[in-house]
């Protein structure tokens, strides 16, 4: 009877033990003592059967939320955050279990008005920031991550009610940027713009993405998918256009690699249908029907060499439709324009004979070369009408407006108009001092 009754005390006597080690590891975090809180909490759990406590667990998350907190002790032990996190993964776990027939309220009243998870969340922000700083950039991204993870888990648990955390992604893919790591920089940015965050100082965001997925033939669907949700969400944005450029040339320089005219032609008609509001897919079209048309590499024109330069024509024609005064379109029909003329005049070499028939149709085809020489100048009239006003004017357009008074002096001296050829000759002298 004696010996049952010393087993009992035993253990009764080991249960008290068991408090007290846990109340001594709190009574040591509230005197400042981490450390030894920490050594204290940590036998306190060694022992298996200790694991299985919710509340063990808790004073775990408090301890090593404080040391992750405490500038000195964080060098220490850099990982306190992370296993603090861990430890009240492992509470909320244990107490749910243990009152799934309860008002789970009891969590939120346990978490002291949520200090711990958010000391965590705070101090893995704060490590990212000061790895950041020290241009620790590797480092920095894990601290961010661990900050989504710790604001993840506060969300899965009602703690907060907002899922997404602006800031810390934003961070998260500026680190991972920094640290060379693209596709994870992607990963988060990504989620910013599905976001549709629209604060002015996040538009880069997109442009970042829309280059991003451009660079990488295979994802163009993506880098089509963010120029329309950057589109969205910033409407007023001009830069747009060119982004769409990026995106459609490098599906178009895709084919044009190929080699295959025919394919190379079928995309831009499937980009134009895409795009049809956008006047330089029809322009670039219309340069590649007539640089195919004048293609004379295999030694002779394409067959359809006609057709294709009509084509082009008509092309040109509807990217004026959409921009008039768009004058790479109007210069480049002049030059058509101009170099059929000459081409018809040259055609006059294959008529040998000196018969009054063969005579006339020399007449005849020089004739027809100059009226078509004369549906040229307006082209290039127009140009000087639209740049020639202006002041300081880009590389691309003053080299425009050069051609246009190149031409036009090559027209009035071949017609002997010698007023017009001297005055396009003092404007082409004057284009760099004028519009530079």
């Not at 990504?190 to 295979?218: C, F, G």
Request: with cysteine; charged share 30%.
């Amino acid at each position: 009877m004696k010996s049952i009754f010393l087993a009992l005390l035993f253990a009764i006597t080991g249960l008290g033990l068991n408090a007290q080690s846990l109340e001594k590891a709190t009574d040591l975090l509230s005197k400042s003592k981490k450390v030894d809180a920490k050594a204290e909490i940590d036998k306190y759990l060694a022992i298996d059967k200790h694991q299985k406590e919710p509340d063990a667990w808790y004073d775990k998350c408090k301890i090593y939320a404080a040391i992750g907190e405490d500038s000195v002790l964080k060098q220490q032990y850099p990982d306190a955050l992370a296993q603090s996190l861990e430890a009240l993964k492992k509470y909320t776990e244990l107490d749910e279990v243990k009152n799934k027939e309860k008002d789970k309220q009891f969590i939120s009243l346990k978490l002291d008005n949520y200090k711990p998870i958010n000391a965590i969340y705070a101090g893995f922000f704060q490590a990212g920031a000061a790895n950041y700083n020290s241009g620790k950039y590797s480092e920095s991204l894990e601290d961010f991550k661990n900050t989504l993870n710790a604001r993840d888990f506060m969300f899965s648990k009602g703690w907060v009610t907002v899922k997404f955390d602006t800031i810390s992604t934003l961070y998260a893919g500026i680190t991972a940027e920094k640290a060379k790591k693209r596709d994870e920089a992607a990963s988060y940015y990504s989620q910013l713009a599905d976001a549709k965050v629209n604060d002015p100082r996040y538009i880069d965001i997109y442009k970042w993405l829309i280059n991003y997925y451009t660079d990488d033939e295979s994802d163009e669907a993506d880098a089509k998918k963010y120029l329309k949700l950057a589109r969205e969400v910033y409407p007023n944005e001009k830069s747009w256009g060119d982004f769409e450029l990026g995106i459609y040339d490098a599906e178009i320089d895709a084919y044009r690699k190929k080699g295959n005219k025919d394919s190379l032609f079928a995309e831009y008609l499937h980009v134009i249908g895409e795009e049809p509001n956008n006047y330089i897919f029809t322009y670039n079209y219309g340069v590649e029907l007539y640089n195919y048309a004048v293609d004379t590499t295999t030694g002779k024109l394409p067959a359809n060499s006609d057709s294709l330069i009509g084509k082009a024509k008509e092309e040109l024609n509807k990217s004026l439709q959409l921009k008039p005064d768009y004058v790479q379109a109007i210069l480049l029909l002049g030059k058509i324009t101009y170099n059929q003329s000459v081409d018809l005049r040259a055609s006059t070499k294959n008529i040998k004979g000196q018969t009054p028939a063969d005579k006339q149709k020399r007449i005849d085809i020089r004739n027809a070369s100059s009226k078509i020489l004369d549906e040229s100048i307006p082209y290039f009239e127009k140009v000087d009408q639209i740049l020639g006003p202006m002041g300081k004017l880009k590389q691309e357009d003053r080299m425009a407006l050069k051609d246009a008074y190149d031409f036009l002096i090559n027209i009035y001296d071949a017609k002997n108009v010698k007023d017009k050829s001297l005055l396009y000759t003092n404007k082409y002298n004057d284009v760099d001092k004028v519009h530079d």
